[in-house]
């Protein structure tokens, strides 16, 4: 018997109209996992570089974590897997929600979609029953609505639907796939899924998942559900409030955006407000949050309430989480009220919620500066916020000017030329960022943003502060229950560390340190994103429940593996050295592993270069970043570097240009149509 | 026929459903216990306690498998408060023939709800602990109750029949249906 998976993948091909159910490997869970770990190893198995992500060849994957549909707290999240269009790399966005233990409940470990469908149509996985429906009275329907129908013709209010919006039909780059509360936004997923034709799937299951030692896993769960309780009452002092407590950051609760406001950067992150923040917008603010927020909501089998149902007065409802509250509001520079109005419209098209508002904000900078001109945007509004909403349609529709920025900022400045690539400036890897500009450069992030391969600072950051605090006496108290560190040196580190002075930044923490501290951040996320955990509960935020000295424990009681510490550390090092070979196999070097180069104003060259050399040693890479013979070898990958070898990979530093045309342009410029 | 007082626990789950998050956690640890070895599996279609949801009207019902009843009511009700309308028979907590809920998903047998009973006692029913929320609070409280001598069900109905229709036609009616047979 498979013990908290189910053994089972559902293979479609929609090119085909074939549906198979597919027994797994229960070798490949001992060695990837599960989720983003078995999703890498299948990507590299039968997704080779030749295949663009627009390709029928090209694979879509949901995945379920390893631990989804057990009790375990809060593990409920979904991984879909592909090559993204805006990146060419591998791209594996996440959402939380209801999705993923439904999938197990009916029997699935994931669903690798393959092909194209030559109508829209969507899927229903109803247990063992699966078919390939039609969807064309769907199309340009929103995300929301498409869930809401779908649930209605199936009679099955308790069907959990993923879908996508206008945008994703339309293969805009920054297309998400939405889930109620949830969606998987980053890299262009929902772009992958509507060149397959698939509007969406709906999955109901009533079957049991089952556990290899269940009074120890039970156990387990009520340790972590004891310390979370625990936990909530006791906020950790010194630290901005969203990094108080646990969950994603408490968007949806808080009426206090100052620091949000006043720290991060407006507009196309550009300008950043010191004294936004006062009586007057907190008022109006508070009263706006307060007039649409019906209730606070979670994920599946999970306390946290990060999340929350939005009826704001005149449109339909929908739901929020997290940062997107502000995205919209920062990048036009308007209110709240505006950004809950346009984010309704922009969760039925289905669009991220991050590198949307700034697609918007460098095109009206592009027109600011005549960049672009009233020939390029006819009918535009004159006012701000009329502009987002204008741009919006366009963007999804691929209308005009809105099928130049629908590829994203970097591609959309290269197609615009007349030095508009000055203003794509805030992307690392092709893809938009954070809208954050600090002063003085911080090792540790500098690490995590030049090698995050999510290409997501929040996917890789937690557990170590993101500052030193103020006196001896917090840091002794810090540390002092601090059990989640994977060494004690980390306790010195943090002690040590100053505001000023020679143990302060970008010197201290050393470099030695960065690259600890880096590698255990980036490997608590990697674990996570096997299992299927919210990093909310685990990676992300200080002293989270779930740990490297727990997570084996669970593994072990749970899935039957024979797990310890230093075998899953090797294990999260094996499928995140998989990750990077899918992508350096496609073309990915050194010279793309940089932050944004006005992330901060004071830039160290020697220190920076000193950093990455180290941390690639440190993970066993070479100057390039490529994974070396030696460490392939040491995690049974040797399969990578035979392929290596053959593609001459170690020979190729980058110099010969990788692909340099988004997929939308090429199809343009040889005159190709629509499939 | 009256009998003396006595002193009986009554197990109450306060429902706050204001503050239920909608998460199920409730419905997967109910459906853990009672698998069998305990916590050996999971699923929550086959939980005592499901959570009526629909996320878009705000409406989250947690609600607890009662008695298995063989027949559909005669009629439907059906709520409004606060302008939110609920499903058919949302508050209800029959397993009933006219919905799939409280019911095992193979076998079709009837779900009920037994408050974890089991040896040792538990504090509280599991899905109580596990709602960190409080959107389920379990209380006891001591009632006195007249104690009853308990009717078999046969006699129950034939009192009330023999209310309505009179004794000695009941009998007549009896023997002659013997006769027939």
């Known amino acids: ?675 | 026929m009256k009998g003396d007082k006595e002193k009986k626990i009554i197990k109450t789950i306060k429902i706050d459903a204001d503050k239920c998050n909608g998460c199920r956690a409730c419905e997967v640890i109910c459906s853990a216990f009672h698998s069998e070895p305990k916590y050996s599996s999971n699923n929550p279609a086959r939980s005592r306690i499901r959570v009526i949801r629909d996320p878009l009207r705000d409406i989250y019902i947690p609600v607890y498998a009662g008695e298995y009843t063989p027949a559909e009511c005669m009629g439907r009700d059906k709520y409004v408060i606060d302008g939110k309308e609920y499903d058919e028979c949302a508050f209800c907590r029959a397993s009933c023939p006219s919905r799939d809920i409280f019911k095992e998903p193979d076998s079709g047998l009837p779900l009920k709800c037994d408050m974890c009973e089991s040896d040792p006692d538990l504090e509280e029913p599991l899905c109580v602990q596990w709602c960190l929320n409080d959107a389920l609070i379990y209380e006891e409280r001591e009632e006195e109750v007249e104690e009853e001598e308990e009717q078999e069900e046969l006699e129950i109905g034939l009192e009330a029949l023999a209310d309505k229709f009179g004794l000695d036609k009941i009998m007549d009616t009896v023997a002659r249906m013997s006769v027939k047979e």
């Not at chain 1, 995300?143 to 209010?157: D, F, G, M």
């Not at chain 1, 936004?185 to 049991?208: E, F, N, P, Q, Y």
């Not at chain 1, 704001?312 to 929020?320: A, C, E, F, N």
């Not at chain 1, 727990?550 to 075998?567: C, L, Q, R, T, V």
């Open chain 1, 1 to 675: 018997m498979r013990y908290a998976e189910t053994g089972f993948n559902l293979e479609i091909d929609l090119s085909r109209g074939n549906i198979e159910r597919v027994e797994t490997d229960p070798r490949d869970t001992e060695l990837y996992l599960g989720g983003l770990g078995t999703n890498a190893k299948i990507l590299w198995d039968r997704v080779p570089p030749e295949v663009d992500p627009f390709s029928p060849d090209n694979l879509l994957i949901f995945a379920t974590g390893l631990l989804c549909g057990t009790p375990a707290t809060g593990c409920n999240r979904t991984i879909v897997s592909t090559i993204s269009p805006q990146t060419l790399l591998m791209a594996f966005s996440m959402m939380g929600g209801f999705w993923a233990p439904e999938l197990k409940y009916a029997g699935y470990d994931k669903v690798i979609i393959r092909g194209k469908s030559p109508d829209l149509v969507y899927l229903w996985i109803n247990n063992d029953k699966v078919e390939i429906r039609d969807a064309s009275h769907l199309q340009g329907k929103g995300a929301i609505k498409t869930a809401e129908l779908i649930q209605e013709e199936l009679k099955e209010p308790k069907a959990q639907v993923a879908s996508i919006g206008l945008a994703g039909e339309n293969r805009v780059y920054m297309a998400s796939i939405e889930q109620g509360r949830s969606s998987a936004s980053r890299l262009g997923i929902g772009a992958v899924m509507g060149d397959k034709g698939l509007k969406a799937i709906a999955v109901r299951g009533t079957k049991d998942i089952n556990i290899a030692r269940p009074a120890e896993f039970i156990g387990l769960c009520n340790e972590v559900l004891q310390y979370i309780k625990v936990r909530e009452e006791k906020p950790i002092p010194g630290v901005m409030p969203i990094l108080a407590g646990l969950g994603s950051p408490q968007e949806m609760k808080v009426h206090d955006e100052a620091w949000h406001t006043q720290n991060f950067m407006w507009g196309n992150a550009r300008t950043r407000r010191k004294d936004f923040w006062n009586k007057e917008v907190e008022e109006k603010w508070t009263e706006t949050l307060e007039n649409s927020r019906t209730r606070l909501i979670s994920c599946y089998n999970c306390p946290m309430k990060c999340g929350a149902t939005l009826s704001v007065p005149g449109l339909p409802t929908y739901m929020m989480k997290c940062f997107s509250k502000l995205t919209y509001t920062m990048a036009a520079y308007s209110d709240l009220d505006f950004g809950f109005r346009i984010a309704q419209r922009a969760t039925e098209y289905g669009v991220d919620g991050f590198s949307t508002p700034q697609v918007m904000a460098f095109a009206i900078e592009l027109y600011e500066n005549g960049i672009l001109t009233d020939d390029d945007m006819p009918g535009m509004p004159s006012d701000n916020e009329g502009r987002f909403y204008w741009l919006l349609d366009r963007i999804v529709r691929r209308e005009g000017i809105g099928d130049v920025l629908a590829n994203g900022t970097y591609w959309a400045a290269k197609e615009i030329g007349r030095g508009a690539e000055a203003y794509a400036h805030n992307n690392i890897k092709k893809h938009e960022q954070l809208p954050l500009k600090l002063s003085m450069l911080n090792p540790v992030y500098f690490l995590m943003y030049a090698t995050g391969e999510k290409i997501n600072i929040t996917q890789i950051e937690g557990q170590f502060p993101q500052a030193p605090f103020a006196t001896m006496e917090e840091r002794e108290d810090f540390v002092k229950d601090w059990i989640q560190i994977p060494d004690e040196k980390f306790k010195q580190y943090l002690l040590d560390w100053e505001f000023r002075g020679e143990h302060s930044n970008p010197y201290y923490p050393t470099v030695q340190m960065s690259c600890e501290i880096v590698d255990w951040q980036e490997t608590m996320h990697y674990i996570d994103d096997a299992l299927g955990m919210c990093a909310g509960l685990s990676s992300f935020p200080l002293k989270p429940p779930y740990h490297i000295h727990n997570y084996p424990k669970f593994i072990s009681s749970g899935a039957g593996i024979d797990m310890d510490e230093a075998k899953l550390w090797k294990a999260a090092k094996r499928y995140r050295t998989l990750v990077r070979a899918n992508n350096i196999r496609r073309g990915m070097r050194r010279k793309d592993e940089k932050p944004p180069e006005n992330h901060w104003k004071k830039r160290f060259p020697d220190l920076e270069k000193e950093l990455l050399d180290t941390y690639y040693k440190f993970k066993g890479w070479n100057t390039q970043g490529i994974p070396t013979k030696e460490s392939l070898n040491e995690l049974g990958l040797d399969y990578v570097f035979e392929d290596f070898e053959k593609r001459g990979v170690y020979s190729d530093n980058g110099d010969t240009p990788s692909k340099e045309t988004s997929e939308e342009n090429e199809k343009k410029q040889s005159g190709g149509s629509e499939p």
